[in-house]
């Protein structure tokens, strides 16, 4: 096993850019490792020194920081600065931060940022392998039947949801805990069981709680929030690692050694259930 990474994705992993915006640097002739001019397919290790336009990545001296944000309805969950309402302007953080997942629109509850690129793509790789809960209030009650669908799996766009925790809290509201992150999940399996959503809050992440944070405000994670979130996340990480491992052996077997394997029918997912 090597510590070593891609030109692209250690500028990916250090929150400068994209991996097709890294590989146009490399091209431009804009990045040297080690002082000398990369090419496309470089790898860097811990000890090299990595500069863009001869400013040095990979030394952030920088304090990690990670928010937990109450994004109210109306808040878009995107960095763009022309979208109205973009969630990086209504934190309005005094640096540079990236939003951790996405609400839609409509939704509200927490949403973590973060100023680290690396933190970001870590937690977005181990997605589907850590809780996220919320609660729902719906137009209709709920009935025992649709509670235990919802708990084994309702089709929505063509395939299965991923078995879920389902619990009412009152004639019309649930609390649902999710570990998969396709596009409007819950809305959408509410929909398939004649129900609508009048009301969506995400209320915990992982191990970080929204609790009694107003809307439209933040706060810095607690260090032992932080170290826990790191441990779980590690955790993740090793068994998303593993999964790979296994169905990549898996292709193998039934591909044999002179077929690749066959690549994910499945349409990409966004990359958070809402």
Not at 151 to 159: A, K, S
Not at 164 to 191: D, F, S, W, Y
Not at 243 to 266: C, E, F, H, I, K
């Amino acid at each position: 096993m090597t510590d070593r990474l891609r030109i692209n994705r250690f500028f990916t992993e250090h929150g400068v850019c994209s991996r097709r915006a890294a590989d146009r640097y490399v091209e431009a002739g804009r990045v040297r490792i080690n002082g000398v001019p990369a090419k496309l397919g470089d790898t860097v290790g811990p000890g090299d020194e990595v500069t863009l336009d001869g400013d040095r990545i990979g030394q952030d001296t920088r304090r990690r920081v990670v928010l937990a944000y109450h994004k109210p309805p109306g808040i878009e969950c995107t960095s763009d600065p022309r979208v109205p309402d973009n969630i990086i302007d209504a934190v309005n953080y005094p640096e540079r931060i990236f939003h951790i997942g996405r609400l839609d629109k409509f939704s509200e509850g927490l949403i973590l940022l973060t100023n680290r690129g690396e933190l970001v793509n870590q937690i977005l790789r181990a997605r589907g392998h850590h809780e996220k809960e919320y609660v729902v209030d719906v137009d209709l009650p709920i009935s025992s039947a649709t509670l235990g669908r919802m708990r084994h799996g309702i089709e929505i766009l063509g395939r299965m949801t991923a078995p879920c925790q389902a619990e009412r809290l009152g004639p019309r509201t649930l609390r649902m805990v999710l570990i998969e992150g396709r596009n409007r999940q819950i809305r959408r399996m509410c929909e398939a069981e004649g129900l609508r959503v009048r009301r969506l809050t995400r209320v915990r992440v992982m191990n970080i709680e929204l609790g009694p944070l107003p809307r439209g405000r933040w706060r810095e994670l607690a260090p032992r929030e932080l170290a826990d979130l790191e441990r779980r996340l590690a955790r993740a990480e090793a068994r998303h690692a593993a999964q790979v491992l296994s169905l990549q052996g898996a292709a193998g077997l039934a591909n044999g050694p002179n077929n690749a394997p066959p690549g994910d029918a499945s349409p990409d997912d966004d990359d958070d259930d809402d």
